[in-house]
């Protein structure tokens, strides 16, 4: 069976600290691993990741892939209180299915 | 502007009605999905659909029904058998054949909050 798991599953951290979110996988016919942020309503798309050991950033965000350990890590440096949201990752596969973990709840404090 | 309207926000079921989420995009996406959210569950897939007229069953269909009547809306009708519908539900679509190296382009819509009353 197709898994997605997200480590830890919520985390409270003070604003200026720098967090690490894990994502592993199991799946059959793996394409891209997908990293979103939602905070209230509609999950909105941070990066995509489809070859390893290739950083993306994006701001204080950066994300990298590991495709032989079947792992993904979103970093956040100097968090602030609007980086408050669940992080969601997921899996796309071919034939448009999107496997999704069930998230870590960030909360930073001021 | 191009995007996914899912109608109402808010919704609330007495115990042994059904009732239909609404979906519609104007993307000109394919394919279309309902995913329902619980806290400490993330995404579980209902129903999707790639082409009108057809539809499949997700991780999780039991006590829902779809259809596919129009490339643009993919409505959710949440039945009585449905145990426990009090959930977040949203609804996405994407396109079918990206290049490589470029995402399925899932786009959410804003979702609705179903609480049985």
């Known amino acids: 069976e197709d898994k997605v798991v997200q480590s830890p599953l919520s985390l409270v951290v003070h604003e200026g600290d720098t967090v690490t979110l894990n994502c592993s996988y199991e799946?059959?016919?793996?394409?891209?691993l997908l990293w979103y942020k939602q905070e209230k309503k509609a999950p909105t798309f941070l990066f995509m990741l489809?070859?390893?050991?290739i950083e993306k950033k994006s701001g204080r965000l950066s994300s990298i892939l590991d495709k032989k350990e079947l792992f993904s890590i979103l970093n956040i440096t100097a968090t602030q209180t609007g980086d408050s949201a669940i992080y969601l990752c997921?899996?796309?596969?071919?034939?448009?299915?999107?496997?999704f973990g069930a998230g870590t709840i960030l909360r930073v404090k001021s | 502007d191009g995007g996914i309207t899912q109608s109402p926000k808010y919704l609330f079921r007495k115990e042994g009605q059904n009732v239909t989420l609404s979906c519609e995009q104007n993307l000109n996406h394919d394919a279309m999905y309902w995913y329902r959210q619980d806290p400490g569950q993330g995404l579980r897939l209902i129903y999707y659909?790639?082409?009108?007229?057809?539809?499949q069953k997700g991780d999780i269909a039991e006590g829902y029904s779809v259809s596919r009547e129009k490339k643009e809306s993919f409505p959710l009708t949440v039945t009585s058998a449905q145990k426990n519908p009090t959930a977040f539900y949203l609804c996405?679509?994407?396109?079918?054949?990206?290049?490589?190296?470029?995402?399925?382009?899932?786009?959410f819509g804003s979702g609705t909050r179903l609480t049985v009353v």
């Open positions: 996405a679509s994407s396109t079918q054949r990206p290049p490589a190296g470029i995402p399925y382009g899932y786009t």
């Open positions: 799946v059959t016919n793996f394409r891209s």
């Open positions: 659909s790639q082409i009108v007229n057809d539809f």
């Open positions: 997921a899996v796309e596969e071919y034939g448009n299915k999107l496997v």
């Open positions: 489809t070859s390893s050991g």
